[in-house]
């Protein structure tokens, strides 16, 4: 990444100076929802990636997992999230450890944008999506059938 000072200020709302905004496109597909992501930090000396996602109300991340894990820390707004078989409640400054192989997704549930940062090894594997069997799987437990339908009003 280059940037030429040491500084990238905030300029307004969750966006920064020299830190490009690549909104999602929506998937008729329902996988994601009204989300954007900004890559804060790509240091290859690090190893790992900073990165910042922002759903509108009523959007969600994408459903998925994978190998690679992910420490996320809330920055704004309220939400729900799913982790494996758990299902919680978030608040900004919130921290939340996403192990191995845990299905996750975030959703923007309080009628207001929540964003989350979330930190990434730079080489990783690919997220594995649901399949009908997972989706099944998953929607066996009630608590988790209820955040996948999950909407603003939720
Ligand atoms: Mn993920």
């Known amino acids: 990444m280059e940037h030429s000072s040491h500084l990238r200020p905030r300029q307004q709302d969750c966006r ?3 830190v490009e ?13 009204a989300i954007s992501r900004q890559v804060l930090f790509d240091e ?5 990636q900073l990165r910042y996602f922002e759903m509108d109300a009523g959007g969600y991340s994408t459903l998925e997992r994978h190998e690679h894990m992910h420490a996320v820390m809330i920055l704004r707004g309220h939400g ?6 758990e299902v919680c409640a978030v608040k900004p400054l919130d921290l ?3 192990p191995a192989w845990a299905w996750h ?10 964003g989350f940062m ?3 090894n730079q080489t990783r594997d690919r997220p594995q999506l649901p399949s009908e069997s997972d989706l099944a799987g998953l929607r066996a ?3 988790i059938a209820a955040f996948l339908q999950t909407t603003e009003a939720g």
């Open 16 to 18: 920064w100076d020299a």
């Open 21 to 33: 905004h690549l909104p999602y496109k929506e998937e008729g597909s329902s996988l994601f929802k």
């Open 44 to 48: 290859p000396e690090l190893a790992c």
């Open 80 to 85: 729900v999230c799913l982790v494996a078989e």
């Open 96 to 98: 939340i450890t996403i």
């Open 105 to 114: 997704q975030f959703r923007a549930n309080a009628g207001e944008p929540m």
């Open 118 to 120: 979330c930190m990434v």
């Open 141 to 143: 437990n009630p608590a």
